[in-house]
């Protein structure tokens, strides 16, 4: 979706403000708010792709206006409802409604093993690669209204297939409760002059990973 | 994005601020229904404030910088050549080195939301998942560089990382000169967070 986080060349943010040894957390809820997000993870009701997605629904002055942590919780209040893992009367009491109903699926003593595992996401693909590397393709022109990794800066610019990565989860399937759908990723870079036009800085390129139904050979 | 400040001062003891308030009663709903193990947050927490940060991505640099075999390594599998250093996990299972040179420098952003390589680098700074730097880094980088600082040559090729995908990538900075005698130990001290990110470069030899 064309979403307030597609933000590659967007202008009027500002400065970037680099903090000096800055805190990992900048208050105590933001710990919690992250905590709350991988152990809502766990209980594997939605994948990441979806949580992204859920991030990116935000509308755009409320995503715009939160830091992001506050962003991460937003969207896990959805999630949570979505999944009937809580019900909008418990969301909006801040009580729950029952009492115990399950038992933690992540018990701390299980983090550790849980974090260094993490959730790897490369999967076989039957078929052969589309494109070599070396290749022109073109980022298709397209605008879909559901969750895609392709940002709308490179979208009709052609650029260089760098890289074949192997398969991976697709993101727009997989956010949609429409399985894994794997496909070749491949890592393609663009010039900025052809992103950017001739005013560009010509030492400059910018590459994506990119799922090979976001291409078409140029 | 908003700035966060303690409204501590501004309430009587028993109100919150509303984030603050807001999280407080998810996680009551969560634990009360038995879905969430507060000591769990407590873990996570704990693990990357403490366990999992920037000084785990030193180490990788150091040793590529000491070693030609772990530095090839590290250029054709750098998961393997990163889990062989113990670091291994969420939001690095799919790693990727890029190494800098004379002739090219190496940035990373995510525009789209804030991929960042945990395992090596911990969580990200608010900074990098702030639109100013989500937004510029692919068109201005070196208009962003110069807010952290540092001014490359105008020859220098600028190569920017856009993680789109799960691929997550770890920036190998240049050995700065004059450290033919350092320890490994002395020249991970010179590797910061944002040499590793492409926002900085490796400190100076002391």
């Not at chain 1, 073109?138 to 074949?164: D, F, Q, W």
Request: proline residues 8%; glycine residues 8%; contains cysteine.
């Amino acid at each position: 979706m064309n979403g307030p986080h597609d933000l590659g060349g967007q202008m009027g943010f500002g400065a970037v403000a680099p903090e000096p040894d800055e805190p990992y957390f900048h208050a105590d809820w933001e710990k919690r708010a992250l905590g709350l997000t991988l152990c809502s993870g766990a209980l594997h009701k939605w994948n990441i792709d979806e949580s992204r997605h859920a991030r990116e629904s935000l509308p755009p002055a409320t995503y715009y206006a939160a830091s992001y942590y506050e962003i991460w919780i937003r969207a896990l209040e959805t999630l949570l409802v979505r999944h009937n893992v809580i019900t909008p009367d418990e969301l909006a009491s801040g009580r729950a409604d029952e009492g115990p109903v399950a038992t933690p699926p992540l018990k701390a003593d299980r983090v550790p093993a849980m974090l260094a595992r993490g959730g790897p996401c490369d999967r076989p693909v039957a078929t052969a690669p589309r494109f070599a590397v070396g290749q022109r393709v073109r980022a298709r022109n397209i605008h879909p209204e559901h969750h895609t990794r392709l940002p709308r800066y490179v979208r009709n610019h052609v650029g260089v297939i760098e890289s074949a990565r192997g398969g991976f989860v697709f993101p727009d399937a997989n956010a949609h409760g429409q399985g894994e759908a794997p496909q070749h990723l491949y890592t393609v870079v663009f010039s900025a002059r052809d992103l950017w036009g001739d005013d560009a800085d010509p030492t400059l390129s910018v590459s994506i990973d990119a799922w090979e139904s976001y291409l078409e050979p140029a | 994005m908003a700035h966060y400040h303690s409204h501590d001062d501004d309430h009587p003891d028993n109100e919150f601020d509303p984030m603050t308030a807001r999280v407080k009663a998810l996680e009551t709903i969560l634990v009360s229904k038995g879905l969430v193990d507060p000591a769990a947050i407590d873990a996570i927490v704990d693990t990357y404030e403490t366990k999992v940060g920037p000084r785990n991505g030193a180490r990788v640099v150091a040793k590529a910088w000491t070693d030609p075999a772990y530095a090839d390594w590290l250029k054709r599998d750098a998961t393997a050549a990163i889990a062989s250093l113990g670091y291994t996990g969420r939001q690095g299972e799919h790693m990727h080195a890029v190494f800098n040179t004379p002739e090219t420098h190496n940035l990373v952003v995510c525009t789209l939301c804030s991929c960042y390589p945990w395992s090596v680098l911990g969580l990200p700074p608010v900074w990098y998942k702030s639109p100013p730097y989500r937004s510029r880094a692919v068109i201005d980088p070196r208009g962003v560089l110069a807010e952290f600082g540092v001014q490359l040559p105008s020859t220098t090729n600028i190569r920017v990382w856009d993680s789109t995908a799960e691929l997550r990538y770890l920036v190998i900075p240049q050995r700065p000169a004059g450290t033919e005698a350092l320890t490994e130990d002395q020249l991970a001290a010179l590797v910061t967070r944002d040499a590793m990110i492409g926002t900085g470069l490796a400190r100076v030899a002391p």
